[in-house]
């Protein structure tokens, strides 16, 4: 590995050990066996350089997302799908030292990390857009701007909002499915609002 891929090993581990803040750019030069210089001409900046880890991480969770294999046994954009995606996430979210402990941080601390906001708001499109085909079907090339925009945003905000919830209060937080029964509720309730 070079020193831009030992910058980004270095920083992950960091962020997992100690999170955004407390993470300091000697942290990641002992971590990575690297230099200080390295983390500017690789990256710009300490903040980018933990962003682009951060983003790392998550997209390492993709094939946990997934679980067992028992998703691709499910008809894409059934709620039985929705069920089993969902479960998957949570899970993911109940493992010590997860890694979404550091969106919440990113989330009380936006203000203070402005350079990792800016980069993670960018990111989000993208991960809206990861999964869609994971919940819906097809591929994630298909997936257009407009459908990240909407279906992958509705996503989004419901990871956030359960990873705020597995933060918080683990004990009364949603699982797979009390999230698919309230998403059949919601659909049946707007079926019937629809009829004349």
């Known amino acids: 590995m070079g020193h831009r891929e030992?910058?980004?090993?270095g920083a992950k581990r960091c962020l997992l050990a100690k999170g955004f803040v407390r993470t300091t750019a000697r942290d990641i030069v002992k971590e990575s066996g690297t230099n200080l210089?390295?983390?500017?001409?690789?990256?710009?900046?300490?903040?980018?350089?933990?962003a682009r880890a951060y983003i790392s991480l998550v997209e390492g969770m993709g094939g946990a997302f997934e679980g067992d294999g028992t998703v691709d046994e499910t008809v894409p954009g059934s709620l039985e799908r929705f069920e089993r995606v969902w479960s998957n996430i949570i899970g993911t979210m109940k493992e010590p030292g997860s890694?979404?402990?550091?969106?919440?941080?990113?989330?009380?601390?936006?203000?203070?990390?402005?350079?990792?906001?800016?980069?993670?708001?960018?990111?989000?499109r993208e991960a809206g857009r990861g999964l869609v085909p994971l919940l819906m079907g097809g591929r994630e090339e298909d997936v257009s701007d407009e459908t990240a925009d909407t279906v992958g945003m509705f996503y989004v905000t419901l990871?956030?909002?359960?990873?705020a919830q597995w933060t918080f209060d683990p004990k009364s937080a949603p699982d797979g499915g009390q999230l698919a029964?309230?998403?059949?509720?919601?659909?049946?309730?707007a079926a019937t609002d629809a009829r004349p």
Request: no cysteine; proline share 2%.
């Open 6 to 9: 030992d910058l980004l090993e």
């Open 159 to 163: 990871m956030t909002g359960l990873i």
């Open 37 to 50: 210089a390295s983390i500017g001409y690789h990256y710009g900046s300490k903040d980018a350089l933990l």
């Open 181 to 189: 029964a309230g998403l059949r509720r919601v659909i049946e309730a």
């Open 99 to 124: 890694v979404w402990r550091l969106s919440m941080e990113v989330l009380a601390l936006g203000d203070r990390l402005p350079e990792v906001r800016d980069h993670l708001a960018a990111a989000q």
